[in-house]
């Protein structure tokens, strides 16, 4: 079993940054993949980005050039978002995939709530 834990959400106006942070526990393997979805009400979750413990990232196109997803370790990932804009507002999730298996891992959720 993975635990993946979110922190950094928050209340922001237009126009400003957050750093989202996202430490994963238990069987970890040095290969997997790590993300931050998002979803919003109404609405389906979206992959916002993604990185692999190789470093390949992968963007949505409404983010890129905005958000920069990184990681220091098989287990944490960040998410720095920049130029945050009113459509962002969502509860933003880290997720967990081993390399080669279809199981994600999901944590609790983060509220990242961008007002005008």
């Known amino acids: 079993q993975v635990q993946l834990v979110e922190s950094g959400g928050g209340l922001v106006q237009a126009g400003g940054s957050l750093r989202l942070s996202c430490v994963a526990s238990g069987s970890i393997f040095n290969l997997n993949r790590m993300g931050w979805y998002r979803q919003a009400p109404g609405k389906q979750r979206e992959l916002v980005a993604s990185?692999?413990?190789?470093?390949?990232t992968t963007y949505a196109d409404s983010v890129k050039g905005r958000c920069t997803i990184t990681r220091d370790s098989a287990k944490t990932v960040y998410l720095q978002m920049n130029s945050l804009k009113l459509e962002d507002t969502a509860v933003y999730y880290c997720d967990y995939v081993r390399v080669g298996r279809a199981t994600n891992y999901w944590g609790q959720g983060t509220q990242v709530t961008v007002a005008a």
């Open positions: 990185i692999t413990t190789g470093g390949s």
